[in-house]
């Protein structure tokens, strides 16, 4: 008796399921809520796991910069309310999470989340609700193909070509220029992409270097695991380089500066290309001379020149950082990459007059977006919405940073190795 | 040159991960307990001494004198939990896995999940160094390496001269006739978690002198340090400390010959040709 | 059973497909579909997990290897060269296969496997197998892969509910396949590996197969999963998918549920999952971790055994508990004949540990009809010969044969299909079975195997042979030493053994017990059986014995029927003189 029950459900379940409903493709997406509401933003962060360190500058950037926001009446006349969730440094939480803040919460905007593998993974779910997606830092431009994603930080549509010519455009200004160069690349995605471009493109620091007519040795690929840096730095000691260039993330370079330190040697010059801004300049002379890449950097001239606000918001991060505890308060690349993405965002709005997906993203295709930051910005779908950069190569003098390269927009002057 | 100089600082690297890996190897060992906690201890004894040093300009190394205390009584404290709760072995991976991720989270919640180190003016270990000749010795790795062999060898020789060893070495054989010898469980294995705390509050201010914190870390010790233990044989110190020495030594030389990224490869590789030839850890005498 | 069982999951899945089929009539909202995809994954994943590491008790940290091999393979070969999806799934679960293949054929050879030596080689795996993806640029190279979206029937909807559904219908695959293995001849042998492996083995269970198998099967399903998982990050990473949370969650969702059952995986996981959920919904920013590890702890406090054994024992059910009626055909059966031909034939035999002659050229006749007595001073070979004999060791010089065949170098569980059964010294049982399944089990796996109701029938036979049969539905830790050993002999006579080693059965007994166990020898004797019992005790030998062996220093020191050996002087001299002075 039973075992017939059952086969009878089981039948009308299997009829069923071949019956199957057809699913209209319409979003179902909810009225448009009442004009006194806050519009509601989501996304995630890195707030805990592997992302974490820069996770938290993100944080600040945003809740100061939503706070601004709504200081100044908001938008479109209504406040605006950041809805947060920690992801975890977890892909697979990020198109979870995304797709509840979406389908399931029903925000308005949404925008993206902290390192490259979980902006893809927003990136998706994004795309499969038609959801336009500001996002702050992510450097793979060839994967980010949905054409509703819009960069804060930008490195060009070929970061792998971009940033070895600036650098090398760069030193070849010095006096002396390296002709010997040590290329050490973590393999993570942006920066082996830098180093040795993509699948279909394989341009990178490396190719550019030889091709420029530099010697490159050593060349050394090291995993994000690494832990034992010495026999890194005992091979390029060994070989003498004019130039190390690590295409690294995070501690990457204090670890290898203070393993070629530790066997009494430093590079003459050494680029770094992401690394987290304040270790270095707590190592001390090791790290005096350093390169490094930047959108931003809050130095005086730098900031008289973008006006009182911009000056403002750098000292309110201060502010909110110091009390968040985070060991490096000033307000540079990531926090400016956030505060972009979010410029990006509200100009969407503003400009479309209105939240919907599809006509925001139209409009930031057709009219731009202005930033406090990086100015006004074009964004061409050809080049996955890579805008023009305005990436610049900043120095360790004096222990602090400052911007040295392009010239016509540097603080000061990029310093080569001290004479011999 | 290059191969022995990596071969030399990956052997002092070593003496760290032997000393990571001695809390975990003795708990696990003698009392049973897989304690993935002792990663949090390592980890809030690094950020103790990171604090302590930067806020007092107290020597990285004297924070010892506050933190080494602290860890024995938060170990102490937490073999005492784990007694009470009749936490089996299975279970205890698990509790005690519950507690690093709180560890972590509170670490984080405290210092920020940014990157925090010890400036120069506050650490002049960091980029410090003896050198011999070409050969390079690293004051921050020298240290792990000594404080790595002398704990050990201190150890051993308590193991094997006194009685509190022998009984340590009774009980970790058999438990009730342990007991039946008059030796108190609960009290042993009290100061056992201790002295693992004590190893721990050592190991996180070495990780602090030559490396940038952030609360994430004590994850990424997992691979090497359960390598170290199990390689060197569950619960056998001078094993455990041969086994770090070799790990580090082992993946300088392969960083350098082929690759950093090659060496997880060979060192894993290694480490399961060397378990399918002396599958009860390589440092352990066959007959037992 | 079996068969319900299947339906059962078959119409759970089937209804959990609605809510993707009938998501838009049901108001089902996407998001909720999503979740449920990840808890899908990871009911998967632990699934796998479980089936070799909560089954055999073998623990496992290379969860990470299966779900790097199957997105890796997803990756490169759909993602980046275009093959078909769905070809890939199986490519993964091929390469897992052999992957899992090579792993048990190296680890489960080592004779002296231990648990910690397996839990490190799976653990090596997954460091391996990540580094040798970023070093080989034509897996990855460090830079991770776009996983595009497959082609699937429009009619299913968005790929979301695509994504579900694939998902859902591997996660049902896995479970029924842990379900069937609960409920096999394989769960049983599994069972019997966690709670005592070489028991089991000499028992009749061919340990190294179905650990193999169960390896291999967790390694497909965690492979197909992990293909899958490919398409829900869309972007495949080595730290994404080699990431040691992968073993560790896997771990903490199996064992929370509770990893002896096929169910306990999957409440672990959704347990788990949906936790993680309402934390991050409740947007606790930077104290979701503290709760996710204050909860964790608390629920291995409360309930150490998992959830699940938790949550059954809420419920107490009388268990159909109606004890099968004894069946005690079969085993009065035997023949009570005195059987004259020769059974066991050792020739020139020894066994050296190291510079040690355990055993040192022993020849040695045993005929079918004999119980023979193995006496002998500590240290003199005794308890090697009976390991020698059931196979757990292997001679260092000589040859066994066992009913006419070459049993040298058999592993146990063949021996023991020869017709050798044995005890221990120390009794062993399986912990978590009743008395009656102890023996049942036995049954199963012996020389003359039955179906499951039958075995447990003649379990109850046997049981009643040596007086237990009141105890058939009791767990053995309920037992005292006595009925334990009365349990191992049940146990080994449940393979129909023609020999029958037992290792000090009588060690601790009070002498009314003594008496007892005399009795129960003495009527499995009867039955047919050929006995060898090693014992320090004259008076028990001197009663039972229809032959003594002596042996001394790894030799026979004297051969004969009980009395004129006893009083042999040398035998005086060399033991029991030794004895009698000490």
Same mark, same amino acid.
């Given at each position: 008796?039973?075992?017939?029950?059952?086969?009878?459900?089981?039948?009308?379940?299997?009829?069923?399921?071949?019956?199957?409903?057809?699913?209209?493709?319409?979003?179902?997406?909810?009225?448009?809520?009442?004009? $006194?509401?806050?519009?509601?933003?989501?996304?995630?962060?890195?707030?805990?796991?592997?992302?974490?360190?820069?996770?938290?500058?993100?944080?600040?950037?945003?809740?100061?910069?939503?706070?601004?926001?709504?200081?100044?009446?908001?938008?479109?006349?209504?406040?605006?309310?950041?809805?947060?969730?920690?992801?975890?440094?977890?892909?697979?939480?990020?198109?979870?999470?995304?797709?509840?803040?979406?389908?399931?919460?029903?925000?308005?905007?949404?925008?993206?989340?902290?390192?490259?593998?979980?902006?893809?993974?927003?990136?998706?779910?994004?795309?499969? /609700?038609?959801?336009?997606?500001?996002? /702050?830092?992510?450097?793979?431009?060839?994967?980010?193909?949905?054409?509703?994603?819009?960069?804060?930080?930008?490195?060009?549509?070929?970061?792998?070509?971009?940033?070895?010519?600036?650098?090398?455009?760069?030193?070849?200004?010095?006096?002396?220029?390296?002709?010997?160069?040590?290329?050490?690349?973590?393999?993570?995605?942006?920066?082996?992409?830098?180093?040795?471009?993509?699948?279909?493109?394989?341009?990178?620091?490396?190719?550019?270097?030889?091709?420029?007519?530099?010697?490159?040795?050593?060349?050394?690929?090291?995993?994000?695991?690494?832990?034992?840096?010495?026999?890194?730095?005992?091979?390029?000691?060994?070989?003498?380089?004019?130039?190390?260039?690590?295409?690294?993330?995070?501690?990457?370079?204090?670890?290898?500066?203070?393993?070629?330190?530790?066997?009494?040697?430093?590079?003459?010059?050494?680029?770094?290309?992401?690394?987290?801004?304040?270790?270095?300049?707590?190592?001390?002379?090791?790290?005096?001379?350093?390169?490094?890449? $930047?959108?931003?950097?809050?130095?005086?001239?730098?900031?008289?020149?973008?006006?009182?606000?911009?000056?403002?918001?750098?000292?309110?991060?201060? $502010?909110?950082?110091?009390?968040?505890?985070?060991?490096?308060?000033?307000?540079?690349?990531?926090?400016?990459?956030?505060?972009?993405?979010?410029?990006?965002?509200?100009?969407?709005?503003?400009?479309?007059?209105?939240?919907?997906?599809?006509?925001?993203?139209?409009?930031?295709?057709?009219?731009?977006?202005?930033?406090?930051?990086?100015?006004?910005?074009?964004?061409?779908?050809?080049? /996955?919405?890579?805008?023009?950069?305005?990436?610049?190569?900043?120095?360790?003098?004096?222990?602090?940073?400052?911007?040295?390269?392009?010239?016509?927009?540097?603080?000061?002057?990029?310093?080569?190795?001290?004479?011999? | 040159?290059?191969? +022995?100089?990596?071969?030399?600082?990956?052997?002092?690297?070593? *003496? =760290?991960?032997?000393?990571?890996?001695?809390?975990?190897?003795?708990?696990?060992?003698?009392? %049973?307990?897989?304690?993935?906690?002792?990663?949090?201890? +390592?980890?809030?004894?690094?950020?103790?001494?990171?604090? !302590?040093?930067?806020?007092?300009?107290?020597?990285?190394?004297?924070?010892?004198?506050?933190?080494?205390?602290?860890?024995?009584?938060?170990?102490?404290? =937490?073999?005492?939990?784990?007694? %009470?709760?009749?936490?089996?072995?299975?279970?205890?991976?698990?509790?005690?896995?519950?507690?690093? +991720?709180?560890?972590?989270?509170?670490?984080?919640?405290?210092?920020?999940?940014?990157?925090?180190?010890?400036?120069?003016?506050?650490?002049?270990?960091?980029?410090?160094?003896?050198?011999?000749? %070409? !050969?390079?010795?690293?004051?921050?790795?020298?240290?792990?390496?000594?404080?790595?062999?002398?704990?050990?060898?201190?150890?051993?020789?308590?193991?094997?001269?006194?009685?509190?060893?022998?009984?340590?070495?009774?009980?970790?054989?058999?438990?009730?006739?342990?007991?039946?010898?008059?030796?108190?469980?609960?009290? =042993?294995? +009290?100061?056992?978690? *201790?002295?693992?705390?004590?190893?721990?509050?050592?190991?996180?201010?070495?990780?602090?002198?030559?490396?940038?914190?952030?609360?994430?870390?004590?994850?990424?010790?997992?691979?090497?340090?359960?390598?170290?233990?199990?390689?060197?044989?569950?619960?056998?110190?001078?094993?455990?400390?041969?086994?770090?020495?070799?790990?580090?030594?082992?993946?300088?030389?392969?960083?350098? =010959?082929?690759?950093?990224?090659?060496?997880?490869?060979?060192?894993?590789?290694?480490?399961?040709?060397?378990?399918?030839?002396?599958? %009860?850890?390589?440092?352990?005498?066959?007959?037992? | 059973?079996?068969?319900?069982?299947?339906?059962?999951?078959?119409?759970?899945?089937?209804?959990?497909?609605?809510?993707?089929?009938?998501?838009?009539?049901?108001?089902?909202?996407?998001?909720?579909?999503?979740?449920?995809?990840?808890?899908?994954?990871?009911?998967?994943?632990?699934?796998?997990?479980?089936?070799?590491?909560?089954?055999?008790?073998?623990?496992?940290?290379?969860?990470?290897?299966?779900?790097?091999?199957?997105?890796?393979?997803?990756?490169?070969?759909?993602?980046?060269?275009?093959?078909?999806?769905?070809?890939?799934?199986?490519?993964?679960?091929?390469?897992?296969?052999?992957?899992?293949?090579?792993?048990?054929?190296?680890?489960?050879?080592?004779?002296?496997?231990?648990?910690?030596?397996?839990?490190?080689?799976?653990?090596?795996?997954?460091?391996?197998?990540?580094?040798?993806?970023?070093?080989?640029?034509?897996?990855?190279?460090?830079?991770?892969?776009?996983?595009?979206?497959?082609?699937?029937?429009?009619?299913?909807?968005?790929?979301?509910?695509?994504?579900?559904?694939?998902?859902?219908?591997?996660?049902?695959?896995?479970?029924?396949? #842990?379900?069937?293995?609960?409920?096999?001849?394989?769960?049983?042998?599994?069972?019997?590996?966690?709670?005592?492996?070489?028991?089991?083995?000499?028992?009749?269970?061919?340990?190294?197969?179905?650990?193999?198998?169960?390896?291999?099967?967790?390694?497909?399903?965690?492979?197909?999963?992990?293909?899958?998982?490919?398409?829900?990050?869309?972007?495949?990473?080595?730290?994404?998918?080699?990431?040691?949370?992968?073993?560790?969650?896997?771990?903490?969702?199996?064992?929370?549920?509770?990893?002896?059952?096929?169910?306990?995986?999957?409440?672990?996981?959704?347990?788990?999952?949906?936790?993680?959920?309402?934390?991050?919904?409740?947007?606790?920013?930077?104290?979701?971790?503290?709760?996710?590890?204050?909860?964790?702890?608390? @629920?291995?406090?409360?309930?150490?055994?998992?959830?699940?054994?938790?949550?059954?024992?809420?419920?107490?059910?009388?268990?159909?508990?109606?004890?099968?009626?004894?069946?005690?055909?079969?085993?009065?059966?035997?023949?009570?004949?005195?059987?004259?031909?020769?059974?066991?034939?050792?020739?020139?035999?020894?066994?050296?540990?190291?510079?040690?002659?355990?055993?040192?050229?022993?020849?040695?006749?045993?005929?079918?009809?004999?119980?023979?007595?193995?006496?002998?001073?500590?240290?003199?070979?005794?308890?090697?010969?009976?390991?020698?004999?059931?196979?757990?060791?292997?001679?260092?010089?000589?040859?066994?044969?066992?009913?006419?065949?070459?049993?040298?170098?058999?592993?146990?569980?063949?021996? #023991?299909?020869?017709?050798?059964?044995?005890?221990?010294?120390?009794?062993?049982?399986?912990?978590?079975?009743?008395?009656?399944?102890?023996?049942? @089990? #036995?049954?199963?796996?012996?020389?003359?195997?039955?179906?499951?109701?039958?075995?447990?029938?003649?379990?109850?036979?046997?049981?009643?042979?040596?007086?237990?049969?009141?105890?058939?539905?009791?767990?053995?830790?309920?037992?005292?030493?006595?009925?334990?050993?009365?349990?191992?002999?049940?146990?080994?006579?449940?393979?129909?053994?023609?020999?029958?080693?037992?290792?000090?059965?009588?060690?601790?007994?009070?002498?009314?017990?003594?008496?007892?166990?005399?009795?129960?020898?003495?009527?499995?004797?009867?039955?047919?059986?050929?006995?060898?019992?090693?014992?320090?005790?004259?008076?028990?030998?001197?009663?039972?014995?229809?032959?003594?062996?002596?042996?001394?220093?790894?030799?026979?020191?004297?051969?004969?029927?009980?009395?004129?050996?006893?009083?042999?002087?040398?035998?005086?001299? #060399?033991?029991?003189?030794?004895?009698?002075?000490?």
């Amino acid at each position: 008796m039973r075992r017939r029950g059952s086969a009878v459900v089981a039948t009308v379940l299997l009829l069923a399921i071949t019956a199957c409903e057809s699913k209209s493709e319409s979003d179902g997406e909810g009225a448009p809520a009442a004009s $006194t509401e806050p519009i509601v933003v989501g996304s995630t962060l890195s707030l805990s796991g592997a992302f974490a360190a820069t996770g938290a500058i993100h944080k600040i950037a945003g809740e100061q910069f939503v706070a601004r926001l709504n200081a100044k009446g908001g938008l479109l006349g209504r406040q605006v309310q950041w809805v947060v969730r920690d992801d975890e440094s977890d892909q697979a939480k990020v198109s979870t999470l995304y797709e509840q803040l979406i389908s399931q919460e029903r925000v308005d905007l949404i925008i993206g989340p902290y390192a490259t593998p979980n902006i893809l993974s927003a990136m998706a779910v994004a795309q499969r /609700h038609g959801y336009t997606m500001p996002h /702050h830092t992510s450097v793979l431009a060839p994967l980010m193909t949905y054409e509703c994603q819009f960069p804060g930080w930008s490195i060009g549509p070929k970061p792998n070509e971009f940033v070895p010519n600036q650098l090398f455009d760069a030193v070849a200004s010095l006096p002396n220029p390296p002709k010997k160069v040590a290329i050490l690349t973590n393999q993570n995605g942006s920066t082996d992409f830098v180093s040795y471009g993509s699948q279909s493109d394989q341009t990178g620091a490396v190719s550019i270097a030889k091709q420029r007519g530099l010697t490159v040795a050593p060349e050394i690929r090291y995993p994000p695991s690494t832990t034992d840096w010495a026999p890194l730095a005992a091979q390029v000691r060994d070989a003498a380089p004019d130039l190390v260039i690590n295409h690294g993330l995070g501690v990457d370079p204090v670890n290898l500066l203070q393993a070629m330190a530790q066997l009494g040697y430093k590079p003459p010059l050494m680029f770094s290309l992401f690394p987290a801004p304040g270790p270095p300049l707590g190592l001390g002379p090791a790290a005096e001379g350093l390169l490094s890449v $930047t959108i931003f950097e809050p130095n005086k001239s730098t900031l008289d020149k973008l006006g009182k606000e911009a000056t403002e918001i750098v000292e309110e991060f201060k $502010t909110r950082a110091t009390d968040a505890k985070l060991p490096y308060t000033v307000f540079e690349t990531q926090a400016a990459a956030s505060w972009t993405a979010w410029e990006i965002l509200v100009a969407a709005v503003e400009r479309s007059g209105g939240l919907d997906q599809k006509a925001m993203c139209d409009k930031l295709h057709s009219d731009g977006a202005d930033t406090t930051f990086n100015g006004h910005l074009d964004f061409d779908p050809a080049v /996955h919405n890579f805008w023009r950069t305005t990436q610049q190569i900043k120095q360790i003098q004096s222990k602090d940073w400052v911007t040295v390269w392009p010239a016509d927009r540097a603080a000061a002057k990029l310093q080569g190795p001290p004479a011999a | 040159m290059i191969t +022995i100089q990596s071969a030399l600082t990956g052997l002092l690297l070593g *003496g =760290l991960y032997a000393l990571m890996a001695a809390g975990v190897s003795v708990t696990w060992g003698v009392l %049973r307990i897989i304690n993935l906690a002792h990663f949090g201890m +390592i980890l809030i004894s690094a950020y103790l001494t990171f604090q !302590l040093a930067s806020d007092w300009g107290l020597d990285p190394i004297l924070t010892l004198a506050v933190t080494v205390p602290a860890m024995f009584v938060a170990g102490g404290a =937490l073999q005492w939990a784990y007694d %009470r709760l009749g936490i089996s072995e299975l279970n205890s991976l698990l509790a005690s896995f519950g507690l690093l +991720i709180v560890i972590v989270q509170l670490v984080s919640n405290v210092w920020s999940a940014d990157f925090q180190r010890m400036s120069a003016a506050v650490n002049p270990y960091a980029t410090a160094s003896v050198g011999i000749g %070409r !050969l390079v010795f690293p004051v921050t790795t020298l240290l792990a390496f000594l404080v790595a062999v002398a704990f050990i060898a201190a150890a051993e020789l308590v193991l094997r001269r006194t009685f509190a060893g022998r009984a340590l070495r009774a009980f970790a054989e058999d438990r009730t006739i342990a007991s039946a010898f008059g030796i108190d469980h609960r009290r =042993l294995g +009290i100061v056992l978690g *201790g002295l693992s705390g004590a190893t721990a509050a050592v190991a996180g201010m070495l990780f602090a002198l030559a490396n940038a914190l952030t609360p994430a870390t004590a994850f990424e010790w997992f691979g090497i340090v359960f390598a170290v233990v199990i390689l060197g044989g569950i619960g056998h110190l001078t094993g455990t400390l041969a086994a770090g020495l070799l790990v580090g030594a082992l993946s300088g030389v392969v960083s350098v =010959l082929l690759s950093p990224a090659a060496a997880p490869f060979v060192l894993f590789t290694a480490i399961v040709l060397a378990l399918l030839l002396r599958p %009860r850890g390589l440092f352990v005498r066959a007959a037992q | 059973m079996m068969a319900r069982g299947l339906v059962g999951i078959g119409l759970a899945v089937a209804a959990l497909s609605t809510l993707s089929l009938y998501r838009e009539t049901l108001g089902f909202p996407i998001a909720y579909l999503a979740l449920l995809t990840t808890a899908l994954f990871w009911v998967t994943q632990a699934t796998s997990w479980n089936i070799l590491s909560g089954y055999s008790g073998y623990f496992s940290f290379g969860q990470a290897a299966y779900v790097g091999v199957g997105a890796y393979t997803t990756a490169v070969l759909f993602g980046r060269h275009e093959w078909n999806f769905y070809l890939t799934v199986l490519i993964a679960a091929g390469l897992c296969a052999v992957l899992a293949l090579g792993m048990g054929l190296l680890a489960f050879r080592l004779r002296s496997l231990r648990g910690e030596i397996f839990a490190l080689l799976t653990l090596a795996v997954p460091f391996i197998l990540a580094a040798l993806a970023r070093i080989n640029g034509s897996i990855d190279g460090g830079q991770g892969i776009i996983v595009a979206i497959p082609d699937f029937p429009a009619a299913l909807g968005r790929f979301q509910d695509f994504l579900y559904l694939i998902t859902l219908l591997v996660a049902g695959i896995a479970v029924a396949v #842990a379900f069937v293995m609960a409920h096999s001849r394989s769960g049983w042998a599994l069972a019997s590996i966690r709670d005592a492996e070489d028991v089991a083995e000499a028992l009749g269970v061919a340990t190294f197969r179905h650990k193999l198998w169960a390896l291999v099967a967790s390694a497909v399903i965690g492979g197909v999963g992990g293909s899958v998982f490919a398409l829900q990050i869309g972007f495949v990473t080595v730290d994404s998918v080699f990431s040691l949370t992968v073993p560790l969650f896997v771990i903490v969702m199996s064992v929370l549920g509770g990893r002896t059952h096929w169910f306990g995986p999957v409440l672990g996981a959704v347990l788990v999952v949906l936790l993680q959920d309402r934390l991050s919904a409740m947007a606790l920013l930077g104290w979701q971790p503290v709760i996710l590890g204050a909860v964790l702890i608390v @629920m291995i406090l409360v309930a150490p055994e998992g959830l699940y054994v938790r949550v059954r024992n809420l419920w107490p059910r009388s268990r159909g508990s109606k004890t099968p009626p004894a069946d005690l055909s079969e085993v009065d059966e035997q023949l009570s004949v005195v059987d004259d031909s020769v059974l066991v034939e050792c020739r020139d035999l020894s066994k050296h540990f190291g510079g040690v002659r355990a055993v040192e050229g022993l020849s040695l006749q045993i005929r079918a009809g004999e119980l023979v007595g193995l006496v002998g001073p500590n240290g003199s070979g005794k308890t090697t010969l009976v390991n020698l004999l059931a196979g757990s060791l292997r001679p260092t010089r000589g040859s066994i044969h066992i009913a006419g065949r070459d049993t040298t170098g058999l592993p146990p569980h063949r021996i #023991a299909h020869v017709g050798v059964a044995r005890t221990y010294q120390i009794p062993r049982p399986f912990a978590s079975m009743t008395v009656r399944d102890n023996v049942a @089990m #036995a049954v199963l796996f012996g020389r003359e195997p039955r179906r499951l109701a039958h075995a447990r029938r003649l379990a109850a036979g046997h049981l009643a042979m040596v007086g237990l049969d009141h105890l058939g539905d009791a767990y053995p830790s309920a037992l005292n030493l006595h009925q334990r050993q009365l349990l191992e002999m049940a146990r080994a006579l449940a393979t129909s053994p023609k020999l029958l080693l037992l290792d000090e059965a009588l060690a601790g007994l009070n002498p009314a017990e003594i008496d007892n166990a005399v009795e129960v020898v003495r009527r499995i004797h009867a039955s047919g059986v050929c006995v060898v019992i090693v014992e320090h005790l004259l008076r028990v030998v001197r009663a039972l014995a229809t032959r003594v062996v002596v042996l001394d220093r790894g030799s026979c020191l004297a051969d004969g029927d009980p009395e004129t050996v006893l009083s042999d002087p040398a035998v005086v001299r #060399a033991y029991l003189g030794k004895r009698a002075h000490a």
